[in-house]
Protein backbone atom coordinates (compact mmCIF):
# COMPACT_ATOMS: atom_id res chain seq x y z
CA UNK A 1 0.00 0.00 0.00
CA UNK A 2 1.07 3.55 -1.12
CA UNK A 3 0.96 6.38 1.40
CA UNK A 4 1.67 9.91 1.31
CA UNK A 5 3.71 12.14 3.44
CA UNK A 6 3.35 15.72 3.46
CA UNK A 7 6.14 17.17 5.06
CA UNK A 8 6.84 20.89 4.70
CA UNK A 9 4.62 21.13 1.52
CA UNK A 10 6.19 18.43 -0.35
CA UNK A 11 4.61 14.93 -0.96
CA UNK A 12 6.93 11.69 -0.44
CA UNK A 13 5.71 8.12 -1.13
CA UNK A 14 6.66 6.07 1.29
CA UNK A 15 6.50 2.17 1.20
CA UNK A 16 6.96 0.06 3.92
CA UNK A 17 8.71 -3.16 3.26
CA UNK A 18 7.69 -4.94 6.19
CA UNK A 19 3.62 -4.99 4.59
CA UNK A 20 2.50 -6.00 1.10
CA UNK A 21 1.67 -3.43 -1.84
CA UNK A 22 -1.67 -4.42 -1.67
CA UNK A 23 -4.14 -5.15 0.97
CA UNK A 24 -7.31 -7.36 0.50
CA UNK A 25 -10.33 -4.88 0.48
CA UNK A 26 -12.95 -6.60 2.70
CA UNK A 27 -16.55 -5.58 1.00
CA UNK A 28 -18.98 -5.07 3.31
CA UNK A 29 -22.04 -5.46 1.10
CA UNK A 30 -24.53 -8.29 0.79
CA UNK A 31 -27.20 -9.38 -1.60
CA UNK A 32 -29.81 -11.44 -0.32
CA UNK A 33 -31.36 -13.87 -3.59
CA UNK A 34 -33.97 -15.41 -0.97
CA UNK A 35 -37.54 -14.29 -2.02
CA UNK A 36 -40.00 -13.51 0.77
CA UNK A 37 -41.22 -16.62 -0.05
CA UNK A 38 -38.04 -18.83 0.72
CA UNK A 39 -37.75 -16.70 3.75
CA UNK A 40 -41.38 -17.36 5.57
CA UNK A 41 -40.77 -21.11 4.52
CA UNK A 42 -36.99 -21.46 6.14
CA UNK A 43 -38.10 -19.82 9.23
CA UNK A 44 -41.39 -21.53 9.67
CA UNK A 45 -39.18 -24.76 8.57
CA UNK A 46 -36.56 -24.06 11.64
CA UNK A 47 -39.73 -23.36 14.46
CA UNK A 48 -41.19 -26.67 13.15
CA UNK A 49 -38.32 -28.33 13.94
CA UNK A 50 -39.39 -31.11 16.81
CA UNK A 51 -36.07 -31.13 18.46
CA UNK A 52 -35.97 -27.35 18.51
CA UNK A 53 -34.66 -26.20 22.02
CA UNK A 54 -35.05 -22.82 23.97
CA UNK A 55 -31.65 -21.19 22.75
CA UNK A 56 -32.70 -22.14 18.92
CA UNK A 57 -36.03 -20.49 19.71
CA UNK A 58 -34.81 -17.39 20.90
CA UNK A 59 -31.91 -17.14 18.58
CA UNK A 60 -33.94 -17.65 15.65
CA UNK A 61 -36.53 -14.63 17.56
CA UNK A 62 -33.62 -12.31 18.41
CA UNK A 63 -32.62 -12.73 14.47
CA UNK A 64 -36.10 -11.67 13.18
CA UNK A 65 -36.61 -8.96 15.65
CA UNK A 66 -33.16 -7.74 14.06
CA UNK A 67 -34.14 -7.32 10.66
CA UNK A 68 -36.03 -4.39 9.10
CA UNK A 69 -39.45 -6.32 8.61
CA UNK A 70 -42.62 -7.84 10.51
CA UNK A 71 -42.76 -11.45 10.33
CA UNK A 72 -45.81 -13.08 8.33
CA UNK A 73 -48.36 -14.60 10.94
CA UNK A 74 -47.38 -17.71 9.47
CA UNK A 75 -43.67 -17.60 11.23
CA UNK A 76 -45.67 -15.94 14.56
CA UNK A 77 -47.82 -19.26 14.72
CA UNK A 78 -44.89 -21.66 14.04
CA UNK A 79 -42.93 -19.37 16.92
CA UNK A 80 -45.61 -19.85 19.22
CA UNK A 81 -45.83 -23.34 18.83
CA UNK A 82 -42.09 -23.76 19.31
CA UNK A 83 -42.51 -21.68 22.51
CA UNK A 84 -44.67 -24.30 24.12
CA UNK A 85 -42.99 -26.92 22.71
CA UNK A 86 -39.80 -25.87 24.53
CA UNK A 87 -42.89 -25.34 27.36
CA UNK A 88 -42.09 -21.48 27.18
CA UNK A 89 -44.92 -19.33 28.26
CA UNK A 90 -43.29 -15.89 28.76
CA UNK A 91 -41.00 -16.10 25.87
CA UNK A 92 -44.71 -16.66 23.57
CA UNK A 93 -45.58 -13.31 25.18
CA UNK A 94 -42.08 -11.58 24.72
CA UNK A 95 -42.37 -12.66 20.94
CA UNK A 96 -45.75 -11.41 20.62
CA UNK A 97 -44.39 -7.79 22.66
CA UNK A 98 -41.94 -7.62 19.84
CA UNK A 99 -44.09 -8.44 17.02
CA UNK A 100 -46.43 -5.43 17.90
CA UNK A 101 -43.45 -3.49 18.50
CA UNK A 102 -41.81 -4.29 14.84
CA UNK A 103 -45.08 -2.58 13.67
CA UNK A 104 -43.72 1.04 14.52
CA UNK A 105 -45.40 3.41 13.20
CA UNK A 106 -48.33 1.31 11.77
CA UNK A 107 -49.42 -0.28 14.91
CA UNK A 108 -53.01 0.34 14.79
CA UNK A 109 -53.18 -1.45 10.85
CA UNK A 110 -50.88 -4.41 11.10
CA UNK A 111 -51.42 -5.94 14.96
CA UNK A 112 -54.53 -6.28 14.74
CA UNK A 113 -54.07 -7.87 11.72
CA UNK A 114 -51.63 -10.57 12.90
CA UNK A 115 -53.53 -11.04 16.04
CA UNK A 116 -56.83 -11.64 13.93
CA UNK A 117 -54.43 -14.66 11.89
CA UNK A 118 -53.00 -16.32 14.88
CA UNK A 119 -55.91 -16.11 17.39
CA UNK A 120 -56.95 -19.96 16.56
CA UNK A 121 -53.03 -20.37 17.51
CA UNK A 122 -53.47 -18.43 20.67
CA UNK A 123 -56.85 -20.51 21.53
CA UNK A 124 -55.06 -23.59 20.74
CA UNK A 125 -52.06 -23.50 23.40
CA UNK A 126 -53.90 -21.27 25.59
CA UNK A 127 -51.34 -17.77 25.23
CA UNK A 128 -52.86 -14.29 26.13
CA UNK A 129 -51.79 -11.61 24.71
CA UNK A 130 -49.71 -9.17 25.86
CA UNK A 131 -52.76 -6.69 25.98
CA UNK A 132 -54.95 -8.97 27.93
CA UNK A 133 -52.23 -9.27 30.64
CA UNK A 134 -52.10 -6.10 31.09
CA UNK A 135 -48.30 -5.91 30.06
CA UNK A 136 -49.05 -2.74 27.57
CA UNK A 137 -49.89 -0.10 30.71
CA UNK A 138 -47.00 0.06 33.50
CA UNK A 139 -46.91 -1.93 36.50
CA UNK A 140 -45.83 0.15 38.98
CA UNK A 141 -47.10 3.30 38.32
CA UNK A 142 -48.08 5.69 41.00
CA UNK A 143 -50.69 8.01 40.76
CA UNK A 144 -50.14 11.31 41.11
CA UNK A 145 -49.71 12.98 44.44
CA UNK A 146 -51.45 16.17 43.80
CA UNK A 147 -54.82 14.57 43.12
CA UNK A 148 -54.55 12.05 45.99
CA UNK A 149 -57.18 13.94 48.21
Not at 24 to 38: C, I
Not at 80 to 89: E, F, I, M, Q, S
Request: glycine residues 4%.
Amino acid sequence: MFRALRILGSTKNIINSSQPACIKVRQMSKVSTESDEEFDARYEAFFNNPSIDGWDVRKAMNDICGMDLVPEPKIVTAALKACRRVNDYALAVRFLEAVKFKCGGKVQEIYPYILHEIKPTLDELGIDTPEKLGYDKPELALSNVFEMH
